[in-house]
């Protein structure tokens, strides 16, 4: 099944459609740019995986999502700065042959994650 995510907004009740999300790989203190995206009505990648069963290599990754931005587009007043901004997971794929799902529970003041099925 390869890579996945998914967003939920705990404030609102729902998925986090519209949430800008970025994908990288990382090495070290480095990390390159795999794709962009905004997240569906359902709060999760309207491609479908982000990687597939063949393509997650065995390394490590990041998201960063947009966490400011999203609740902004809701008419959400949030302060100058926000306590939130951008969100990013750094995680590792030990064994690319199973299902790595990354999962982000988030409000403007808390957000939550863990690896999912």
Excluded: I
Excluded at 5 to 18: E, F, K, N, R, S
Excluded at 61 to 74: I, Q
């Amino acid at each position: 099944m390869g890579l996945s995510t998914h967003v939920l907004d705990t404030m609102h009740g729902c998925p986090a459609a519209g949430m800008a999300v970025a994908l990288y790989t990382t090495q070290g203190e480095s990390s390159a740019l795999v794709k962009r995206f905004t997240l569906n009505e359902d709060g999760r990648s309207p491609d479908g995986p982000l990687y597939d069963s063949a393509s997650l290599k065995k390394g490590t990754y990041r998201l960063v999502f947009d966490v400011a931005g999203y609740f902004k587009s809701k008419g959400v007043a949030l302060p100058e700065p926000s306590f939130l901004n951008q969100v990013a997971l750094d995680f590792g794929v030990a064994h690319p042959e199973q299902h790595y799902h990354v999962p982000l529970l988030v409000s403007p003041w808390s957000y939550s994650t863990y690896r999912g099925s």
